[in-house]
């Protein structure tokens, strides 16, 4: 059973950053592509970042191109999402998700097995 445990989350000013983290245990972390989605009240989950599973290639939301990175430290059983010039249309729960079997990119929620219970993002104006 494969547990994922985000943190980093908080209240930020517009313009501003944060990093996300999400800790992975109980499996074998390098064999996963990861993702990041969030889900801001009242909206469908959306897909924000996905990453394969030896942090080689990267796929974005439209709407986070160029302000987010996503990232992984296979070693220390982690994936990252670094969050820059942030907006108040970027509140939302941030989840991390895993997905264990494949060697591509995946953006569906659909397509991963395994969440984190999230963590709260709120960009104020």
């Known amino acids: 059973q494969v547990q994922l445990v985000e943190s980093g989350g908080g209240l930020v000013q517009a313009g501003g950053s944060l990093r996300l983290s999400c800790a992975a245990s109980g499996g074998t972390f390098s064999s996963y592509a990861m993702g990041w989605f969030r889900q801001a009240p009242g909206k469908d989950r959306e897909f924000v970042a996905t990453?394969?599973?030896?942090?080689?290639?990267?796929r974005y939301g439209d709407s986070v191109k160029g302000r987010f990175t996503i990232s992984r430290d296979n070693a220390k059983n982690t994936v990252y999402l670094e969050m820059n010039s942030l907006k108040p249309e970027d509140t939302a729960i941030y989840h991390c998700a895993a997905r264990i079997v494949g060697l591509g990119l995946y953006e569906s929620p659909y397509e991963y097995s395994y969440w984190g219970q999230g963590t709260q993002v709120t960009v104020s104006s």
């Open positions: 990453i394969t599973r030896d942090g080689g290639n990267t």
